[in-house]
């Protein structure tokens, strides 16, 4: 595999962002590392894991938008691989840009490397700065109580965080569910140590079959649906906030469902559901859980 693979280099001479003559844009994402970071994802996501990503179409191709997203696997495996499939398989190429966990920034030349691939601590003002900027952000409002997810659970879903749908509503962004299938086959966790995530600085370390968190070759698939917009301004009440949660919650489930019976049957031409069948529930008021 070469070291810059020439159609990914190709790939980010098409990148709409205001990058200056030495290949770096207003937030210091650098052309260079583009190459180096999408020709290693590349390897991954085309030979190793071989995803095929689906309503790529779904995803605006310019302006504002919010990726929303599943975990799959004991590392944030989805993410990458959600943010190869807009690099390299949609045209024209989209990056992009994730709120990295807190504890990867204090993590040595990780900082660095995560800020020039557009991926930056998840502080609320980053974020708000991203959309109105009209860049992509891609958001996991499970957090890390999603990569925790055990093998058994691999296809559900856990509690959302309400952040993401103020963030979307007070910046007039629309959200795109997506889903993310297979992570857990390619990295399936049987435990967690917690006590050794505490000793080196993260929320946990997975254990696998084979000890290390490594992913096996795996068919994987990305699942993005229509796009949903919310009326609101970010100020409404929880009540109905939550209610939003749910629905988008809802929307990732059902596609999570569908990708998992396509697997299942080994049919992945089926058209993507559109989410109107999709049933929510609507919490009381003062039901925050």
């Known amino acids: 595999m070469p070291l810059i693979d020439p159609e990914v280099a190709a790939k980010i001479e098409r990148l709409e962002l205001p990058f200056n003559r030495y290949g770096l844009d207003p937030y210091g994402i650098d052309k260079g590392y583009l190459r180096g970071f999408f020709s290693f994802l590349n390897f991954f996501y085309s030979k190793w894991l071989t995803v095929d990503a689906y309503g790529l ?14 975990h799959s696997g004991g590392i944030a495996l989805d993410g990458g691989m959600i943010i190869a499939s807009l690099m390299l398989d949609k045209s024209p190429p989209r990056l992009a840009q994730g709120m990295a966990e807190i504890f990867l920034n204090s993590t040595p030349f990780a900082s660095t490397i995560l800020s020039r691939v557009g991926q930056f601590t998840g502080l609320p003002e980053h974020a708000v700065r991203l959309l109105e900027d009209d860049r992509l952000l891609m958001v996991f409002p499970e957090g890390a109580r999603g990569t925790a997810k055990l093998y058994p659970q691999r296809n559900s879903l856990v509690r959302f965080g309400t952040g993401f749908i103020r963030l979307a509503l007070q910046t007039g962004t629309p959200i795109v569910p997506t889903a993310f299938i297979g992570g857990g086959e390619a990295i399936p966790t049987v435990a967690n140590l917690y006590r050794l995530g505490k000793l080196v600085g993260a929320p946990y370390v997975p254990v696998t079959p084979w000890i290390a968190p490594l992913p096996r070759p795996t068919r994987c698939q990305i699942y993005y649906g ?64």
Do not use: C
């Open 57 to 70: 179409e779904n995803v605006p191709d310019r302006g504002r938008t919010m990726i929303v997203g599943n």
């Open 226 to 289: 229509p796009p949903m917009t919310f009326e609101g301004d970010g100020s409404e009440e929880d009540a109905l906030i939550m209610e939003y949660v749910e629905q988008v919650k809802a929307r990732i489930g059902e596609l999570i469902e569908f990708g998992v019976e396509n697997r299942r049957r080994n049919d992945f031409g089926r058209p993507i559901p559109d989410g109107s069948d999709v049933q929510t529930s609507i919490p009381a008021a003062g039901d925050h859980s």
